[in-house]
DNA sequence: TACCGGTACTCCGCAACACTAGGTACTCAA
DNA sequence: TTGAGTACCTAGTGTTGCGGAGTACCGGTA
């Protein structure tokens, strides 16, 4: 995808965990691969985990350790009342950054 | 605008300066008073001279050193062939991400 | 038994980025 | 001569996502 569009993920890149999270609880694993089938197929695994230790760290999320059949202890996370906040803050953000990006696009067309 | 909003920008303000630069030849003190009106009104100055230093080292933009009647004299910067490919990878980079955040957010409706 | 692939999480060093917080220098009006 | 407006530059800082590892548990297969 090159050098650009990974500098464009900072900072959205969280975002789009936590809308992910706030959808059902998750772990990372199972998230890594909802970001594949999103078209997100860039994104490597020790991100996300990096991202969710975040997340966590700062209280955006609950987690629980839950046992799997094939394979370590998952940790799920489940989004709480912090990371709700958080996550409309981003689309504010976003919602803000696109509206501008738009207008100088449609005022840029043809160059 | 918080912190959340400033690693948003990551990979897009040097986007945006390009934009406006291939709407016409313009100088950093410029660029900045457009960015304040086009909303935003957070970007700093030293900001914006570092990205259009980093342009330039790049050769993204050709530059002209333009005398003022009032001040210093202006560098004035022009997008390049370079430029315009850049410009045009960095929409196409923004659409993906665009595209992707939007159908994240109908799907997450009402979360 | 030994090995491999799938599941699941963690860690370290790195480069790039925007910000903070200054600074320099020129012109003109009060 | 002091200040405001114009115009540009720099050093240091924290955050971020990436690359490239490593650890561990499980089931199937040769």
Do not use: C, H
């Amino acid at each position: 995808m090159g050098k650009q569009a990974t500098e464009m993920l900072k900072g959205i890149l969280e975002g789009i965990l936590l809308a992910i999270i706030s959808e059902r609880p998750a772990y990372g694993y199972e998230i890594t691969a909802e970001l594949r089938e999103r078209g997100f197929s860039d994104i490597v695994e020790g991100t996300v985990y990096a991202v969710l230790l975040r997340i966590e760290q700062r209280g955006l999320v609950d987690v629980e350790k839950v046992p799997s059949e094939k394979g370590p202890p998952r940790k799920v996370y489940t989004l709480n009342a912090q990371g709700r906040d958080s996550l409309a803050e981003f689309w504010g953000n976003w919602s803000f950054l696109a509206g501008r990006l738009e207008q100088l696009r449609t005022d840029n067309e043809g160059n």
